[in-house]
Each structure stands twice: as structure tokens, then as C-alpha cells.
């Protein structure tokens, strides 16, 4: 730290810079705002950004607030938001950098920051802020206030202008004991509250990453105005969309805000086809499904947004953060994502348990192998889908094969020909996470080492069972 | 249509001329500023992306953000140029010439808070950055040009008595620059008027599109320094049946 910052300029488009603006994420900041931070506005009455600056005599001086709100009440239905808002939110964005660097934290202080003196501590929560901490004579800027049909997205700069630190009873030490205060070259989190905080001085050799990409047609515009309001290029396969900082990690629903409203409470709604499957989920994708699916993300049962019944919203494409892995060296990192949506993981072979929550106990098993190359659509991967039930499962499809344990299923080599739900499935499979928490990834080896612990108990089983009939004929 | 027009007062030591000019109209730049447009069909284009610089000022506590093009920081350069060394021209004519042509004054309130009693002033000046767009008319008249924002810099330019006294300049002006930057965002940001985006036949109508890595809006910069008072005149008379016509055009 300490560095300027520079970035280049690309001629070119790409499909990682949203609002056209260079950026790289840093990891660790990635990772805190993704576990800390489950809502964002409008569903949140704000997002605020906070620093702080502590002092090595442990005294704590709030700086500068940021506030990112929309403003619901403030709505303007003909603003285009595929090209006139995400241009504008592009000026906004070189805005807030440019107002981050001539605030007094970052003149006077984000530059000059050691442990021996003083360091900045940054926090990210929902709702409002403590103006309050700023102290006497703050001041206060709008950036910006940007009409949309979804509200005015309103970003607001509160700065401390009197540098003193007083003692404060409303300002609690951010470290309550002096052997927590780390190194330069740690992750240092602490918390106050319930709000964690983040240290605004990266540890050296963190990872800077690309911000996600969406899909290369987010950079695709069209200066026609018949076509504000249409997708642009092919109609059919292209589509720039603009999401307010959603991840599709969290509550699909908050993306769109149609459906949001759609959806009144948080619980995932979906349509269960009760005929013939088996209760409670199926494993079986509804090839003859003609309606489109809406992903969501539940742990309800596997494949539960095969059955959801079709939306008349258009499909929207989310905005897919890195995957934080946190079985790295060197602590949370991500991973960059593909430029193509079809492409969320490269060469990478992902395995996924899925244990249904049917009284069946259904128990299925999924590896999807991809292929090194980036492919721009799903048409142009092979895929192959394995599938293995146990004997319980009743075969709607008719998918059994002569093996009694395993029924594998091998993926036609375009997903077209498989139809939108089985594409779905395999969408939703490969944005899974690689670790869930839910299921242990020793179902396997417990599987195998049950299997050889009933093959050496053959002969006792066979004993019990044949004295079961001598008793019967008896 | 009118053009908006916003006016910024600064006073500066004559060291810091060229730091504030850059400051401030490398933040309206960066606005202003796109990734290069390629175009598919006549009215289908993408953009690149923009990439950013932090600048740390020479003799101001400021640290400034630019759209980071060695090409569009040349062209600001050589066209600030001029304007830069007037002023030093001007400042080095004074001070050979100082034994009482013109006496210190004291600053503002604001500047004895900074601990400076006493400055000498040199002049004023002003440059200013307009964004326009052209505009054909019909042969054989030229192009028009019809200027859509004004960045209007006015400048009170002095000369501190004391080494410490500067230091204190580079300071206050670092706070006043600050503020200007926050300004301007915050005007920036406004719903107002911007040009359409253009087709590709267009689009040297309204972006300059030299620059290899970025496209920023047609833009110049021109001043009042250094020119006589009969050039401002004629200028002003020209410029008036140049309006008058492409009004009646």
C-alpha cells in the first residue's frame, strides 16, 4: 500500500469491467462484503461505508461515511437503464474515485498508515448511519442522484473535517485488548458489535482479481432509440442487463424487480408436479418441460427450480461474484470467473452431493467435466451428466439401467437438444458451490466402507435369514 | 441551446498554476471520458473500458485522479502549455521588476487562519475547458461547433514572501482544490443534458476520436492570458456573427 494506483485503458471490451471502468477487486474485501452483507438497497434502507482511523495508543476516530441508498419514492419510468442509466452510473462510479481521493482520510491519512501510528479500519453495513460520530462542522456531498424505474440511486459522502479524537462514550474501541492488534501483513478483522470490521490496508499478496464478469453483450449498446428498450444484436441470444449489485449467491429474487414483488415473502416459491414423482424432490430433469425456468438458489431439495412454474419476467442474468475458496494458502481468494456465462469454471472438475430430503432417501451423485476452452454458449461444450440412484427410485423417464446401482445418463452434446429445464439444471449445478455445508463429502467413503463392511457380514446376514424360514417352516 | 457554464475561483501561488489546471480539468476529463466505441452495424457499438491514474501534485497536498492515457495527457499538456508559461512570464517579469510596482497585500481571513500575512498578487487569469459538439451546416459554410459545457477556471495568481508561507499554500490550496473536485462531482452527476450517443457516421461529430485507448467528448481549451485587449475585442466581434449566423442558419 501506499502505491499509486493505475490501471490501463483497453480498447477493447471487456466482459469484466462493468459500467466500462477498470477495476480489480481485492479478495479479502470480496469475501467480507459477500459474508457480511445480505442485503442491498432497496431492500436495505442503505449501505454504508465507514472508516475509521485507530491509533496505537488504541483510540478510535471515525472519518468518512459513504451511503449508498435508493430512493423509492423518486422513480422516472423512461429512463433506459440498459444504456442512459448504466452510462450514468458509470459517471458516477469515476466519481466516488475521484472523491475518495480528496477526502481528509485519504489526504491525510490512507497513505501513511503503520502500526507503529495509526491505521484505518473500513466497515460495511446495512441501514443508516451514525452521523453522529463524524463530529462538529462534518460536511456533506451528494455524488450523484440517479433516476431509475426501480428509484433514485443516491450515493452521499459524509466527512469528518475537525480532527480530534475525543473521548466518546458512542465510539467503543475497535480492539479491546492490545495483543489483537497484527501486523501490516495479516488479514486483521475485528468486530464491534455485531459489525465486523476490515482493515483498509490489504495484507501484501493479496489476491487482486478481476471483478466478475456477466456476459460480453453487457458492453453492447445501440444508439438507436426503436432500440431502448430492446436487447440488442440478436434478440435471441444477447441481452445487456443492469443489476443493482446483487449476487445471484444470495435471494435471486432481489435481482429482478418484478419478480420481487411477485414474491412476497422469502420462501422460494415453486409448483411440485405431485403425479408421479416421488415425494419430495425428484432427481429427474422434466425434459418435456416447455416453460422457462427462474433459477433460485434454495436448500430446500435438489432440482426444485426445474418445478417452478414459468414466470412472464424475461430471463435475467446475474451478475456472478468469484467463488470464495477457503481452502487456500493464502487465506479467502477468488476465483476468476469465465467471460461467458455457459463457462463459470475452467478445467475444473466439480463434484456435487445432493441428498434429497424425500423419506426415499434418495441419494444422487452429479460430476460435470468441462472442457479447458472458453465457449461462448452452451452449444458449442460437451457435456456428460452422470446420475446415480439407488434402488428406490422409481424411474419416470424410464432412465434404469441393467447395473442396480447406478443408472448413468449420458448428456445429449447440445444442451439445446435437452430443452430449458435440463439447461437450467446444468446451470444451476455448475454455479453450486464446491463446498456445502449441508452435506458431508464423506458420503462416499462412508458408502464404500458400509458396502465392504455388509460384504464381510455376508455370511452372518445369510445364517440369520435362513433361520428365519427354518422358524417359518416350523 | 445554451451551454452550461460553471465557474470555479481558486487563488494560487504562481508555482501551483499548472497543478490546479491539471487537477481539475483532468476530473472534468475523466467524466467526460468514454472507452473507445467500436462499432458492428451503423447503430450498434461497444465500449472499452477506462482505466484510471492517481497523480500526486507537484506543489499542492492533493492527490488527483486522470483517465490514464499517455496520448489525452499529452494533448491537456501541450494545450495547458501556453497558459502555464504566460503566467510564469508574467510572474518572472514582476518579481525582476518588484521594488514597489506593486506591494504585498494581505490575504483573505481564511489565509492568516492558514498562518500567511502576507502575499504578493500577480494577476488574474482565466481557462476555461468547453465541450461541444459540431454541427454541419450548409456548403459553404464550416462546420459549427456549439460548445454544450463550460468549465470556467478563474484565477487569482500570487507569489508568497516566505518558504514557509508556501508550504502553508500548498496546504490551503489542497483543501480549496478538494472542494472544487467534490463540486464538481457533485454537479457532474446532475440529470442534465449530455449528447446523444452517435451513430458511427457521427461520432467525430461529437467524440474526439484521435486517441487510440479512450474517447473523450470534443473538447478545447483556450484562455485570456497574455492576449491584448484589441485581440479580445476582435475575437468578441467574430465570435458574435458567428452566433448571429448560425442562429439564421
Keep these: 500500500m501506499g502505491d499509486l494506483v493505475k490501471y490501463e485503458c483497453s480498447p477493447e471490451p471487456e466482459s469484466s469491467d462493468w459500467f466500462n471502468v477498470r477495476i480489480d477487486e481485492i479478495g479479502e474485501i470480496a469475501a467480507y462484503l459477500k459474508s457480511g452483507i445480505k442485503r442491498f438497497p432497496p431492500y436495505a434502507s442503505g449501505l454504508n461505508l465507514d472508516f ?7 483510540d478510535s476516530l471515525p472519518l468518512e461515511t459513504w451511503v449508498v441508498r435508493i430512493d423509492p419514492t423518486n422513480t422516472d419510468e423512461n429512463v433506459n437503464v440498459h444504456t442512459h442509466l448504466y452510462h450514468q452510473m458509470s459517471t458516477l462510479l469515476k ?20 502500526p507503529e501510528t495509526f491505521v484505518i479500519f473500513y466497515r460495511v453495513f446495512e441501514g443508516e448511519p451514525d452521523l453522529f460520530l463524524l463530529g462538529d462542522d462534518q460536511r456533506y456531498v451528494r455524488l450523484g442522484s440517479l433516476p431509475s424505474p426501480f428509484g433514485s440511486l443516491c450515493v452521499d459522502l459524509y466527512y469528518r473535517t475537525r480532527m480530534e479524537i475525543v473521548p466518546n462514550a458512542n465510539v467503543s474501541p475497535i480492539i479491546e485488548a492490545k495483543e489483537n492488534v497484527q501486523s501490516q501483513n495479516e488479514n486483521v478483522v475485528f468486530r464491534l458489535g455485531s459489525i465486523p470490521f476490515g482493515s483498509a490496508v490489504p495484507a501484501k499478496g493479496s489476491e487482486i482479481v478481476a471483478a466478475s464478469p456477466v456476459s460480453e453483450e453487457i458492453n453492447t449498446f445501440s444508439t438507436s432509440p426503436l432500440s431502448q428498450d430492446l436487447p440488442f444484436g440478436n434478440q435471441s441470444e444477447q441481452e445487456a442487463h443492469f443489476k443493482l449489485g446483487r449476487s445471484v449467491s444470495s435471494s435471486d429474487d432481489s435481482a429482478n424487480p418484478r419478480l420481487a414483488q411477485d414474491n412476497k415473502s422469502d420462501d422460494p416459491t415453486f409448483a411440485m408436479d405431485m403425479s408421479n414423482s416421488p415425494k419430495g424432490s425428484s432427481s429427474f430433469p422434466q425434459r418435456s418441460s416447455s416453460y422457462r ?14 418445478l417452478l412454474e ?57 460430476s460435470i467435466k468441462e472442457e479447458d476452452e472458453e465457449k461462448q454458449t452452451l452449444a458449442d461444450e460437451s457435456e456428460k451428466t452422470e446420475v446415480d440412484l439407488n434402488d428406490n427410485i422409481e424411474g419416470e423417464d424410464g432412465m434404469e439401467s441393467s447395473d442396480d446401482s447406478y443408472v448413468k445418463v449420458f448428456a445429449f ?18 454455479q453450486a458451490p464446491q463446498n456445502l455445508p449441508s452435506f458431508s463429502q464423506d458420503n462416499a467413503n462412508l458408502l464404500a466402507d458400509q458396502l465392504s463392511c455388509f460384504k464381510e457380514k455376508v455370511g452372518a446376514f445369510d445364517s440369520f435369514v435362513a433361520g428365519l424360514k427354518e422358524k417359518e417352516d416350523e | 441551446m445554451n451551454a452550461r457554464n460553471q465557474q470555479l475561483q481558486l487563488t494560487v501561488e504562481y508555482r501551483q498554476v499548472k497543478d490546479a489546471i491539471l487537477c481539475l480539468f483532468h476530473n472534468s476529463l475523466l467524466h467526460r471520458t468514454v472507452g473507445k466505441s467500436k462499432y458492428s452495424a451503423e447503430s450498434s457499438y461497444t465500449l472499452g473500458s477506462i482505466g484510471i491514474e492517481e497523480v500526486d501534485c507537484s506543489n499542492i497536498d492533493l492527490t488527483y485522479v486522470r483517465v490514464n492515457s499517455p496520448e489525452l495527457v499529452i494533448d491537456i499538456d501541450d494545450k495547458t502549455r501556453s497558459f502555464v508559461d504566460a503566467i510564469q512570464t508574467i510572474a518572472n517579469y514582476k518579481s525582476g521588476s518588484f521594488s514597489g510596482s506593486s506591494s ?15 502575499w504578493e498578487p ?18 459553404p459554410m464550416p462546420e459549427d461547433q456549439v460548445p454544450w459545457e463550460i468549465w470556467e477556471l478563474n484565477l487569482e495568481i500570487v507569489r508568497t514572501l516566505r518558504g514557509e508561507d508556501f508550504q502553508r499554500m500548498r496546504e490551503f490550496v489542497g483543501e480549496k482544490l478538494a472542494d472544487k473536485v467534490l463540486y464538481m462531482c457533485s454537479i457532474i452527476n446532475k440529470p442534465q443534458y449530455l449528447p446523444k450517443m452517435p451513430t458511427r457516421t457521427e461520432l467525430p461529430y461529437v467524440f474526439e476520436d484521435k486517441f487510440s485507448d479512450c474517447q473523450p467528448y470534443l473538447y478545447r481549451i483556450s484562455s485570456d492570458c497574455g492576449q ?22
Excluded at chain 1, 475509521?52 to 488504541?58: I, P, R, S, Y
Design chain 1, 52 to 58: 475509521l482511523l485507530h491509533t496505537a495508543d488504541g
Design chain 1, 95 to 114: 466519481s466516488i474515485q475521484t472523491a475518495a481521493r480528496v477526502t481528509p482520510t485519504y489526504r491525510y491519512y490512507a497513505r501513511k498508515q503503520s
Design chain 1, 293 to 306: 425456468q427462474i433459477r433460485v438458489r434454495n436448500n430446500s431439495f435438489p432440482f426444485a427450480s426445474l
Design chain 1, 310 to 366: 414459468s414466470q412472464t419476467a424475461e430471463s435475467t442474468r446475474s451478475q456472478v461474484l468469484p467463488r470464495v475458496v477457503e481452502d487456500t494458502g493464502n487465506g479467502a481468494s477468488l476465483l476468476p470467473s469465465n467471460k461467458s456465462d455457459s463457462a463459470l469454471n475452467r478445467s475444473s472438475n466439480k463434484s456435487l452431493h445432493v441428498t434429497s430430503s424425500s423419506p426415499l432417501e434418495l441419494f444422487a451423485q452429479m
Design chain 1, 413 to 430: 452434446a447440445s444442451t439445446d437438444d435437452l430443452g430449458n429445464d435440463l439447461g437450467e439444471f446444468v446451470k444451476e449445478v455448475r
Design chain 2, 104 to 118: 504585498p497585500s494581505s490575504p483573505g481571513r481564511n489565509m492568516r487562519f492558514y498562518g500567511i500575512d502576507q
Design chain 2, 122 to 139: 500577480i494577476t488574474t487569469a482565466q481557462i476555461k475547458l468547453e465541450f461541444y459538439q459540431k454541427r454541419k451546416r450548409q456548403w
Design chain 2, 228 to 249: 491584448r485587449q484589441s485581440d479580445i475585442n476582435s475575437s468578441f466581434m467574430k465570435k458574435f456573427f458567428k452566433d448571429t449566423l448560425s442562429f439564421t442558419a
